[in-house]
Each structure stands twice: as C-alpha cells, then as structure tokens.
C-alpha cells in the first residue's frame, strides 16, 4: 500500500479509476495540468522580464510592451488549459474529490477563462465587432497597472500572486485526489483480502 503513496496524481488515477476509458482520460488529463502549470510559470517569467524592458530607458519599451501583451494572452491560455483538464478529471475519475476542489475554484478559473476568451477573439471586440456591446468599457482594449491587467472594464491579477493561487488550486487538486485514491485502493485491498 505504501507504493500507491509515492505515485503522482497522473499515475494514481490510471492505476485507481475503474474504467479504463475513464482512467485514460483522468490520467492524461491530470499530466496536462503539470505541463500547462509549467508553462505558466514560464509565461510568469517572460511577462515580468518584458515589463522590466518597458521600464527600462531604451527605444524598445514599446516592443516590449507588445510582447508581455502577447505573453499575457497565453497565460491566460495556461489558466484556462488547466481549468478544462480539470473538469475532465472531475467528471471521468468519479473521485469526489475531485469535484469539490474543482467546483470549489470554478468561479477564479472561469475568470480568466473569459479573459483568454476576450483575446481569443479581439477581433469582435475590436470597433465595430459583433461583441463590443459586451464590454462594459469597449475602449478597454488592454491596459496595465502594475500587476493588473483589465481589458473591457474587466481586471486579472497577472503577477506572482496569480501563479500562487493557480499553483495553491493545481497542488490542492492533485493533493486531495492522492488522498482519496490511496483511500479508495486501501478499501479495495481490504475487500480483496
């Protein structure tokens, strides 16, 4: 049984969830969530190494500010990848853990979904696009101010705090889904035996 306690996340739900169609997609899920959490961090790195240039004197602030833009689009992007591999596992692993922790950081995960959605698709919120009556600020197409980020009257926290709490939410994830599957394989060698 102490075996099971030296697994990650991705290889407990392969080994515990009963179908394997289910434990496929849970596993493959959850490795995701490593991947975009590392890539996270990476875009956490170049936003602020960008925003350090656009304080610098030089002729290339404003490139630079181009970039952390950019930079922030795809953290965004690593934010909604993780809230999307874990509501799979949420809802193919059958672990009720899993639920709860998603459903408990739903509401900051679908945030930032909608930031990503917005520049996803800038081209609508743009003048005259089919979506500017959506903005409650349609000139908001982009602004900073110091770790917050707003784009249509909406703001995100794009540092390091950010990557805490997404990092806090990841970690408690895969915390409370080691738990209940060492539970859940205690249970069945008991029964087995």
Same mark, same amino acid.
């Given at each position: 049984?102490?075996?099971? *306690?030296?697994?990650?996340?991705?290889?407990?739900?392969?080994?515990? =969830?009963?179908?394997? !169609?289910?434990?496929?997609?849970?596993?493959?899920?959850?490795?995701?969530?490593?991947?975009?959490?590392?890539?996270?961090?990476?875009?956490?790195?170049?936003?602020? =190494?960008?925003?350090?240039? !656009?304080?610098?004197?030089?002729?290339?602030?404003?490139?630079?500010?181009?970039?952390?833009?950019?930079?922030?689009?795809?953290?965004? =992007?690593?934010?909604?990848?993780?809230?999307?591999?874990?509501? !799979? =596992?949420?809802?193919? +692993?059958?672990?009720?853990?899993?639920?709860?922790?998603?459903?408990?950081?739903? *509401?900051? $995960?679908?945030?930032?979904?909608?930031?990503? @959605? @917005?520049?996803?698709?800038?081209?609508?919120?743009?003048?005259?696009?089919?979506?500017?009556?959506?903005? +409650?600020?349609?000139?908001?197409?982009?602004?900073?101010?110091?770790?917050?980020? +707003?784009?249509?009257?909406?703001?995100?926290?794009?540092?390091?705090?950010?990557?805490?709490?997404?990092?806090? $939410?990841?970690?408690?994830?895969?915390?409370? $889904?080691?738990?209940?599957?060492?539970?859940?394989?205690?249970?069945?060698?008991?029964?087995?035996?």
């Amino acid at each position: 049984m102490d075996f099971y *306690k030296h697994l990650d996340a991705s290889t407990l739900l392969h080994w515990t =969830v009963e179908d394997n !169609v289910s434990a496929m997609r849970s596993s493959l899920a959850m490795s995701r969530i490593h991947n975009y959490l590392t890539g996270a961090r990476s875009q956490m790195q170049r936003i602020w =190494v960008e925003l350090e240039r !656009v304080r610098g004197v030089g002729d290339d602030w404003s490139a630079a500010l181009r970039q952390a833009f950019v930079d922030i689009h795809f953290y965004f =992007v690593a934010w909604d990848a993780i809230g999307k591999m874990m509501h !799979v =596992v949420a809802n193919s +692993s059958g672990f009720d853990s899993a639920r709860r922790v998603y459903k408990r950081h739903r *509401k900051t $995960i679908e945030a930032y979904r909608s930031a990503r @959605h @917005h520049l996803e698709h800038f081209d609508e919120r743009l003048p005259g696009g089919r979506k500017v009556g959506e903005l +409650s600020i349609p000139g908001d197409l982009a602004n900073l101010s110091g770790s917050k980020y +707003s784009f249509g009257g909406e703001t995100w926290d794009i540092g390091p705090a950010s990557l805490e709490k997404l990092t806090a $939410i990841v970690e408690e994830f895969e915390r409370e $889904i080691r738990e209940e599957g060492i539970e859940r394989h205690r249970l069945k060698f008991n029964s087995d035996t």
